[in-house]
């Protein structure tokens, strides 16, 4: 199983962004899809998750309302859009998936078997 982890960037409060993850070798529609952070010092953090055909999303209160998880099961696909970024949204993002996660252990990233390799988000004020 590889994830592929893009679009990330540099970018200006208030701006938006759109990262992107590519799975292969998984049977997507099979796999809870998350995507997570780590800010320098701090530790991983769940922004979001997305379950399987039927795609319910839950979020961090943190990004709430301004972040949008979506997958697309025909690409094997998963996105985040991000709107308003804020410089506390700046960290290196990371996708995560797997097969086994439920609802009680989507936050947590020991539920979680495959990482892809993390896109750099920067914001600046």
């Known amino acids: 199983v590889q994830l592929q982890a893009s679009g990330g960037g540099l970018v200006q409060a208030g701006d938006s962004l759109r990262l992107s993850c590519a799975a292969s070798?998984?049977?997507?529609?099979?796999?809870?899809m998350a995507w997570f952070r780590q800010a320098p010092g701090k530790e991983r953090e769940f922004v979001g998750g997305?379950?399987?055909?039927?795609?319910?999303?839950y979020y961090a209160d943190s990004v709430k309302g301004r972040f949008t998880i979506s997958r697309d099961n025909a690409k094997n696909t998963m996105y985040l859009q991000m709107n308003s970024l804020n410089p506390e949204d700046t960290a290196v993002y990371y996708c995560?998936?797997?097969?086994?996660?439920?609802?009680?252990?989507?936050?947590?990233?020991?539920?979680?078997?495959?990482w892809g390799q993390g896109t750099q988000v920067t914001v600046s004020s």
């Open positions: 995560a998936a797997d097969s086994g996660v439920i609802l009680s252990s989507m936050t947590s990233s020991r539920a979680y078997d495959y």
């Open positions: 070798g998984v049977n997507f529609n099979s796999y809870v």
């Open positions: 997305i379950f399987r055909r039927g795609g319910k999303t």
